[in-house]
């Protein structure tokens, strides 16, 4: 099964209904309809399962092409600030050309 790890924080907005959208640079071998499980990145080591998600939307684009605001995720100030923040997830290789995946999802609970 396909999985989806979140920090603590983004974990508790997936659960409260708050975080329906997640972006990755890296494509995920799901389609529409497809149970995906979701986990939290409780350290650099650990993680544990938190629930699972129905994927209910995929985009994919240019970073540099993707929404500053955006149904269901968070939103940046400028292209430069979330360029930033996807440097410190996935190194400084990521630029505003770099291909970008947006899953939605419904949540459908806890394991």
């Known amino acids: 099964m396909i999985t989806f790890k979140f920090t603590p924080k983004l974990t ?3 659960q409260n209904g708050e975080e329906t959208a997640t ?7 799901v389609a529409m309809g497809d149970i995906v499980e979701m986990w939290t990145r409780v350290d650099r080591d650990m993680t544990e399962l938190f629930g699972y998600a129905k994927i209910t939307g995929i985009k994919e684009m240019r970073l540099g092409d993707a929404p500053l605001s955006y149904p269901g995720h968070a939103t940046y ?3 430069e600030a979330r360029l930033a923040k996807y440097r410190g997830y996935y190194g400084v290789e990521i630029t505003l050309q ?3 995946y947006i899953y939605d999802f ?4 806890e394991k």
């Open 12 to 14: 508790e907005a997936v």
């Open 23 to 29: 972006f990755r640079m890296e494509a995920k071998d």
């Open 77 to 79: 100030a400028s292209q």
């Open 98 to 100: 770099s291909m970008l």
């Open 106 to 109: 419904e949540f459908l609970g």
